[in-house]
């Protein structure tokens, strides 16, 4: 197997996790070349703790092609995801590494599927048995201010989880949507009470001003609410405390629909607009880079489109159009 070719390293290690074999793409995945990896301690080669290696380490000598993703800082760079498929080769704890944001870029759909489907099976179990313990731990009386601000912060936490998973799951989506007629208002609206609690913690309102006579619109609206609801809040995170989201609805001269989105801490460089609407690679995200990615490929789907440009105070505007 090339694994030049598919832009993949493998890697092995000893049983005290010095690295001692690597091969592949390793400029492109780890960020440095061969000899860089080679007989240096997992946790520096991957990006990631000492007690993960250690985990890590553990799955692999289990030997049950257990898979592992990590999002990790390697190099002076953005944080990069990585996909872990770890298991024995030769005697030694081995792992197959690929950097997502390269199996992604122009993926078809049954890839992307398949990979959502993984991802979203392999996080979801383990994040359920957190929020089990973590709504156990709230109901207990006893708990001092500073606990209970800290199980607040831990709920939050799984929400934002829970609909990053959702976005993963839906990017892979290929399946037909359920078209059915909805009032722009009520969509933004429905969305917006998907991250209420988000929203109130900040303080932030979003504030719909809706031109007279906008026709109802064309979606799947199950499936367009939550991607919405990710942006609103991403732009919502921008804002200071007490600040209010502008959200505009209005039709155009082609009989379309438009939602117009303003982001005032969302500056639009000019090198980054290529790269906008591209997995892992939007900075106006937030931490939250599959968004924007999830929500043209939702409305693509859909027979509509969202486009970004600068408005005239430099703030972003996100338009998205519906079609007649």
Avoid at 30 to 41: F, G, Y
Avoid at 195 to 205: G, I, Q, Y
Avoid at 221 to 246: F, S
């Amino acid at each position: 197997m090339n694994l030049h070719l598919l832009q993949a390293v493998q890697i092995s290690w000893s049983p005290s996790l010095g690295v001692t074999r690597a091969e592949g793409d390793c400029e492109t995945v780890l960020h440095r070349p061969t000899s860089e990896v080679m007989e240096r301690p997992l946790h520096v080669v991957l990006g990631t703790t000492a007690e993960k290696a250690r985990e890590l380490d553990a799955l692999a000598r289990q030997d049950r092609r257990a898979v592992e993703f990590l999002y990790v800082s390697l190099g002076a760079g953005d944080p990069v995801p990585l996909r872990l498929t770890l298991g024995m080769d030769a005697g030694e704890a081995t792992a197959a590494v690929v950097d997502l944001r390269v199996l992604l870029a122009g993926a078809p759909p049954v890839q992307l599927s398949g990979l959502a489907s993984q991802l979203s099976h392999e996080l979801r179990n383990p994040l359920s048995s957190v929020k089990m313990a973590v709504q156990t731990l709230a109901r207990n009386t006893g708990l001092s201010e500073r606990d209970q601000r800290r199980l607040t912060i831990a709920n939050r936490e799984i929400r934002t989880l829970e609909r990053m998973l959702w976005l993963v799951s839906e990017y892979g989506r290929d399946s037909t949507p359920n078209m059915e007629q909805h009032a722009p208002r009520s969509l933004v609206q429905e969305a917006t009470a998907m991250v209420a609690p988000e929203l109130a913690e900040r303080r932030v309102e979003v504030r719909v001003d809706e031109a007279p006579d906008v026709p109802r619109v064309k979606v799947d609206a199950g499936r367009l609410r939550p991607v919405l609801a990710q942006v609103l809040l991403n732009v919502a995170m921008g804002l200071t405390e007490g600040g209010n989201v502008e959200v505009s609805i209005v039709p155009d001269d082609q009989g379309r629909v438009r939602i117009l989105l303003k982001d005032p801490a969302g500056a639009l460089p000019e090198e980054e607009r290529d790269s906008l609407f591209e997995p892992f690679e939007c900075r106006l995200a937030r931490g939250a880079g599959l968004s924007l990615a999830a929500l043209r490929r939702v409305l693509e789907h859909q027979g509509g489109d969202v486009s970004a440009e600068t408005g005239p105070d430099t703030a972003a505007v996100f338009t998205l159009t519906f079609a007649a």
